[in-house]
Structure formats: C-alpha cells, structure tokens
C-alpha cells in the first residue's frame, strides 16, 4: 500500500484549494469571489509550500497576482520546499511584466533558494533573457523618492511627486527604442510638462552610478539616453512631430536612420569616457554605418541589457520593438504590435511592401526547398540504415545456418565413437576366469 505524502503545512480548506485550482485555471473574477469567504487565508500553503501568489506567478498570470497583491499577498514568502519566491516563479515563468509587478510590490532581488541561486540566475540558466533584463535593470521606488521633497535650502523638491510614477517606470523600461520612449512620454505628459526638472533628475542619477563605489555603467548610460531623448523631443514642436521624424525612413531601404543618430549622439555625449562599457558600445559602432547590421539600437539594447537579450528580432514590431507583433498582410516582412505603429509606418513601408512581399516569396520558396532536400537526406540516410541492417541481418542467418551443420557433425562423431566402444565390448574374446573354469588349456605362446 502506498504511503500518503507527508506535510509539515497546515490543510488547506475546501476554498483554499479552490482558489488554487482557479488560479491555474480560472480568471480575476472568480479568484476575486473566492477570495471573499472567510476560511481562505491570502498565503495559505499548499503541500509543497507555495503560496496563491506564487501559483500566479508561475502561471504569468498577470491579472490574477495584481489581484493577490491588492489582498496583500507575500511577495517574498519563501515556505516553498526548495526556498522559490514569487519573483523566482515569475522568472522561470517568462513573463517580464509579471516579473516587474513583482519587483515594484517589493520583491528581493538577493533572495536564494535551496541551492543558493537568486531569480535572475535561475531565468538564465532557463533562457528567459527578458526576465533577467528586467530584474538586473529594475530601479526601485525609494530611490527617487528621495527627490520629491526639498533638501537643505531648496524651497521645493527636484522632482514634482506627481511624475514620479511615470518615471520610474521609464527607469525600469528594458526598450531602449526611442520610439517606444517617445510613446512612453506621450502617454505620460507630465514628463514633458517637467522636462527640465525630469532631465535634471536623470542628470544626478547618471553621476551617481558613475561616482558610486560599486560602479553602474548601466544605469548610468541608461540615464544619459533617456535624458538625451526627453531634451531633442522637447525641442521639436510637438511630440507627433518627433516621432514621425525618428519613424522616417530613408529612400534607400527604408531604414530609420534618425533612430541611429540619436543614439550615436546620445553615447557621444555621454561625459564619462572611462566607462568600460561606453568603449565596448562605441569600439562596436566605428566598425557598422548607419542601417548596417547590428544597427545602432541593438548594440545600444545588448549593452544595456546583455548580449542574450530575449527579444526575437524577427517578431519585433519594426517601429517600436516590442516583442510579439503581428506580420504586416501583403508582404509577411514588416511588424507591428497594433495600428498605431502601422499608420505611422505605413508612409515608409508603401515604398517597399510590394517588393519586401517578392523577398517573402523566394525566402519562401528557398525555406521549401531547403525542406525537401533534408527530408530526400534523411529519407537516403534511413534508406541506408535500413541496407545496412538487412546486410547484418544476411551475415547472421547465414551464421545460423552453419551452426547446426557443425552441431550434426559432432553428434556423427560421438555415435561412431560410442559405437566402436560397444563393439570392443562386445567381441568374440572370453575372460580369462571363464577359460579356467572350463578346464580349456590355454595356448602357449
């Protein structure tokens, strides 16, 4: 008889385990109705020690652990039998935006499991690349705040409270794309409203990194960039106009070469030559021209956020870069994430869809005939497999019919054997005894 498997948790409830198996199942809603009975504790345990969070979390439920948090959920609850937090689960689970929501509720970053790994370690050695930019780039909350109140003589603060939100969340961006900055700023027109004490702000957090005795490269030519883009966007007439001028793309190819010398500023303005970093990025730029690959925002999004960065070039949307777009219909070459990257593509890419949709069909046609000549391979490999099992399968009949053969031949010689003995005893010669007692003279010699 099988023996039941032991906790050292509490039982869970009739509800509580409901509310896991809606978790994994089930939407916000009906986790929120569930959530309202009176026998379901936010951080009840399951056997193994997880928590309703962190069922979330692993699932990349989004949605559903905003929820939990909102209840009051644990973020960093650590009962699980191999020491896995919520912002562990997230990582593996793939999912940056729910690994972000993790981090901004408070989630430790040092925290390790039972084998000494935090959750960035874990989402590399798994391959969420995202993952780890995000936890290695998340700025926490604190830090700015300390700007929002006056200091010393100052009679208001460096930075007004109401961007603050908006900020951090421009901070913790792993989109480098200025593009997807320029969205950012329009989304949140504070920022614009408060450029200059938003910029001057990024300006102290970019010496700081550098100044600090753990050195941030990082962050500090991460804050340099985003202060080089709020400055030449404020200087346009508006935000459209400026975005519309990073989106242009040249006659030539349709690259949008206003994107690169944005960058290539923005790092040749970066006031800290020392940085080991800024003299990779640039030792890499002298060697591409502008619209070559890898283009100016790629060596720009590498050294930021690593050389595995987890975004899928071919899936990016062509003017923002978020993963996961859509193929543009006509041509399948050209991506966009939704309708706003498409009109504002679209004066560009009408240019060349016809002819990227030409590229389409022959990389197609290449890609079937690629096809075609591994599986004639494969089927001429199995072909010869197959030859030479059958020649194996030869040798050993052919073993097998020699063997009794060999076998007939023994037993003939053990009959003939056995015969000739029989016949030895059985001649005409009478034992000396016999002779004796019979009175018969035996011949001399």
């Known amino acids: 008889m099988a023996k039941e498997k032991t906790t050292k948790f509490p039982e869970l409830t009739a509800n509580e385990k409901l509310l896991i198996k809606l978790i994994n199942k089930a939407g916000r809603e009906e986790v929120r109705a569930i959530l309202q009975e009176k026998d379901v504790k936010i951080d009840c345990l399951d056997e193994s020690g997880m928590t309703p969070l962190q069922h979330a979390a692993f699932r990349g439920k989004y949605d559903v652990a905003e929820l939990l948090l909102l209840f009051g959920a644990d973020v960093n609850s650590s009962f699980h039998e191999n020491g896995y937090t919520a912002l562990m689960f997230a990582a593996l689970s793939g999912k940056p935006e729910v690994t972000r929501l993790m981090l901004q509720h408070g989630a430790r970053k040092d925290r390790t499991n039972s084998v000494g790994k935090n959750a ?93 005795r753990d050195t941030d490269d990082v962050m500090a030519v991460k804050t340099h960039y985003f202060a080089t883009v709020i400055r030449k966007a404020k200087d346009s007439d508006s935000l459209d106009t400026w975005i519309k001028w990073l989106v242009k793309g040249r006659d030539l190819d349709g690259h949008p070469e206003n994107q690169d010398k944005i960058i290539r500023q923005a790092l040749k303005e970066f006031p800290y030559v020392e940085s080991q970093l800024l003299q990779n990025m640039v030792r890499q730029l002298s060697m591409t021209k502008v619209g070559d690959s890898p283009t100016s925002l790629n060596i720009l999004n590498q050294g930021i956020n690593g050389q595995k960065f987890g975004f899928d070039v071919e899936q990016d949307c062509s003017i923002c870069s978020e993963p996961d777009a859509k193929r543009c219909v006509k041509c399948k070459m050209a991506f966009y994430c ?106 001399s010699s």
């Open 120 to 212: 960035c370690q874990m989402a590399a050695f798994v391959g969420q690349h995202q993952c780890v930019s995000v936890i290695n780039n998340y700025y926490d909350k604190s830090e700015l705040e300390y700007f929002t109140k006056p200091r010393g003589q100052e009679t208001e603060p460096k930075l007004p409270l109401t961007v603050m939100p908006a900020l951090l969340q421009l901070l913790n961006m792993s989109n480098m794309n200025p593009v997807k900055v320029s969205f950012h700023l329009q989304k949140f027109q504070g920022l614009m409203n408060e450029s200059y004490k938003v910029c001057k702000v990024l300006d102290i957090l970019c010496e700081k990194s550098m100044k600090a």
């Open 338 to 443: 939704n309708q706003t990257c498409q009109k504002l593509h679209w004066p560009t890419h009408k240019k060349f869809c016809a002819k990227l949709a030409e590229e389409y069909i022959q990389q197609e046609k290449m890609k079937e005939e690629n096809r075609k000549r591994e599986e004639e391979m494969k089927k001429l490999e199995e072909e010869e497999k197959a030859r030479k099992q059958s020649e194996e399968e030869g040798k050993r009949m052919k073993e097998e019919e020699k063997e009794p053969t060999t076998q007939d031949t023994t037993n003939k010689d053990i009959s003939e054997n056995v015969e000739t003995t029989t016949m030895k005893d059985s001649g005409d010669s009478v034992p000396e005894k016999e002779i004796k007692d019979l009175n018969i003279d035996t011949p």
